[in-house]
Structure formats: C-alpha cells, structure tokens
C-alpha cells in the first residue's frame, strides 16, 4: 500500500541550530500535512501543502512541498527549547490519512 | 469548546476482557477516526466515519469495532482485548468531507493489556 518515508528517526540538536526532516513518497501525492506532537501529548495540525513547489513559513518553521509532489520538508530555523516533541507528515487519499513515522527533535539548552 | 474529548484517560485490561473507548466532538466535524500509536511506527488508522451513518475499515482494523452513535459521537470496542492491543488510541475528527481537512486530535486513551 502507499507509504511515506520520514527521516530521521531522530534528531539532536544544541539550541539556536537548524533542523530539517524530510517526508518522501514514492507515488505522487495530492496533499500533505505536517504535524507537531509534544512528549506525551496529541498530534497538533501545522499546515497544509497541496500545490507543486509551494512552499509555506510560520515564523520560524519553514514548509516545502517538492516540484513532483512526491516529497516534502519542514525546516526550522534557530530551534528553541519549546520546538521538542515529535513531527509527523501525513499524505491525504480520500478519507484515509497515512503518517509516517515521526522525527523525534531533541534540543538541549 | 472542549474539542476532541476521549474517555478514559489511562485503561488496564486483562486478555480477553472487553471495553468501549469513547470519543466525542463538539466543532460539528463531518469526519471521524481512530488511530492507534505504538512506538516508533506512527500513527495508523484503525477506522473512520465521514459522515454521520458510515464507517469504513482502516489500516490495522482487526479486533476492533466502531459506532458512530450520532455527528458527535465515534466510539472503538474491544472485543476481547489481546496484549497486541496495548498502546495509545487517539480519535480526531476534521471538518472536510474529503481528502482536505485538518484533522483534531482528542488527548488519547493509553491502554495496556494484560
């Protein structure tokens, strides 16, 4: 069935760095969605993707959704403390949603 | 607005026992879902409800049974709870009829069977 790749699985990071994680499919998507889970929360909406090439900021959180439409990014500039927890993108076909797994953000202080 | 709210909060069961998570909306959302998380794979969808009247099989649907009672309310039952079963269900809900909607997710029911 559809799958959509996420890496890393982790990432650590001092505070004040970049961090990036990617979200690949290997079959063209019609949308994304990127999600924001805290340790021992519940996933949290961010945004949307649907166009080829869009790409979307929230301050410092920056979203891309790739030419082809079969990959995307979230970029976060200058992490902070409050940016841990879990991101997840998500592909939407019909009613169904598929996740991947998550890239787990550590940030130290 | 409370938004997604679950019950219960945490659950112990024993194999075999049986139980009803439940789940309800209060932004008048069309659709549904159950997800269920372990660790390290994500979240997969269990079911889903689009409208008020349907349910339609997920991802991982065995063991598990769905009631959409009314445009609130979306419960999962357990039948016979297996050790497999244990991890985090969350239920969410999204406006869109469709493959466009941001989904709201309830706090979870963490379960552990025995």
């Known amino acids: 069935g559809q799958q959509v790749m996420q890496i890393p699985q982790y990432q650590h990071v001092q505070e004040g760095e970049d961090f990036t994680t990617y979200c690949n499919s290997s079959t063209t998507l019609s949308n994304i969605q990127w999600y924001k889970q805290r340790p021992g929360g519940h996933p949290v909406f961010l945004i949307q993707?649907?166009?080829?090439?869009e790409v979307k900021k929230q301050k410092r959180l920056t979203f891309q959704f790739g030419e082809a439409k079969k990959n995307s990014s979230l970029h976060i500039t200058a992490t902070q403390t409050t940016d841990v927890g879990t991101y997840f993108c998500a592909m939407t076909g019909g009613f169904k949603t598929i996740f991947g797994a998550g890239t787990r953000l550590f940030v130290k202080a | 607005n409370a938004g997604v709210t679950q019950t219960p909060k945490f659950q112990v069961l024993k194999t075999g026992q049986s139980m009803t998570l439940q789940c309800a909306q209060d932004m008048n959302h069309n659709s549904m879902y159950w997800y269920r998380q372990d660790p390290g794979m994500g979240l997969r969808l269990i079911y889903y409800?689009?409208?008020?009247?349907?349910?339609d099989k997920g991802e991982v649907p065995n063991g598990y049974n769905v009631s959409r009672l009314n445009k609130r309310e979306f419960s999962l039952r357990l039948e016979s709870a297996a050790p497999s079963q244990t991890s985090v269900y969350f239920c969410?809900?999204?406006?869109?009829?469709?493959?466009?909607?941001?989904?709201?997710f309830g706090p979870g029911t963490r379960l552990t069977v025995l």
């Open positions: 409800s689009a409208s008020e009247g349907t349910t």
């Open positions: 993707l649907v166009k080829s090439g």
């Open positions: 969410a809900s999204s406006e869109a009829s469709g493959n466009h909607g941001a989904q709201y």
